[in-house]
């Protein structure tokens, strides 16, 4: 599946993005608000495209223009719901890229995907204090629901508060 939007194309990985992927993700302030490690060396790179980054609704986020990785966006339907109406985002922008509104325009993208696959409510999570985050769960329409304190993330071997919010899809 490959999703067109204004200026950006949403797109399978593939194994050839895996150095500028390395170079994006070995940035310390991507991981960390994600809850993963940065990466240290290019395998890091090829073990997620083989894994997590190879999950169905995972893209790579590409510029249009010149095809250069920005980040990654993903939806993920919580399998263990019979009815498959819930799903969660998760995303990241490499920091050369950051304010130009790529996070939201790719976010509105996935919403609608989301809208497509019948997903009726779709999860949004962020770290304590990861404003710009927030801002992009405000601007793409969530709603506060909920903040859970000292939850683990075993990845970068942490606890920490995590913010919910909330999108309600209307049905079809
Ligand atoms: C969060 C992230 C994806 C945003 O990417 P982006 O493409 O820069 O986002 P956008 O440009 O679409 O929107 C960012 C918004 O946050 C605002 N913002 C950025 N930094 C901010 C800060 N420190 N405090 C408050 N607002 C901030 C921007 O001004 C913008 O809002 P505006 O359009 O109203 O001006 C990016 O910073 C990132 O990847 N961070 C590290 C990984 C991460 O946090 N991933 C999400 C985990 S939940």
């Known amino acids: 599946m490959i999703i067109h939007t204004q200026r950006l194309c949403l797109r399978p990985w593939s194994d050839a993005d895996a150095p500028a992927l390395f170079e994006l993700a070995r940035d310390p302030r991507i991981g960390m608000l994600c809850g993963w490690k ?24 590409t510029l249009s223009s010149t095809g250069e990785l920005v980040g990654s966006i993903a939806l993920r339907i919580d ?31 996935i919403i609608e995907r989301a809208r497509e ?31 859970e304190e000292g939850v683990e993330y075993p990845l970068i071997g942490k606890h920490l508060t995590v913010h919910c919010t909330e999108l309600a899809l209307a049905a079809h």
């Open 117 to 147: 696959l019948g997903v009726e409510t779709i999860i949004l999570k962020y770290f304590d204090g990861n404003d710009a985050s927030r801002r992009v769960s405000e601007k793409l329409g969530f709603t506060w629901r909920s903040r």
């Open 38 to 61: 940065p990466y240290e060396r290019i395998d890091d790179a090829h073990e997620a495209l083989s894994t997590f980054l190879a999950a169905p609704d995972s893209y790579a986020v």
């Open 79 to 109: 399998t263990d719901s019979p009815e498959a109406t819930v799903a969660d985002i998760g995303y990241w922008i490499g920091a050369p890229y950051w304010g130009n509104g790529y996070a939201s325009e790719a976010g509105r993208a």
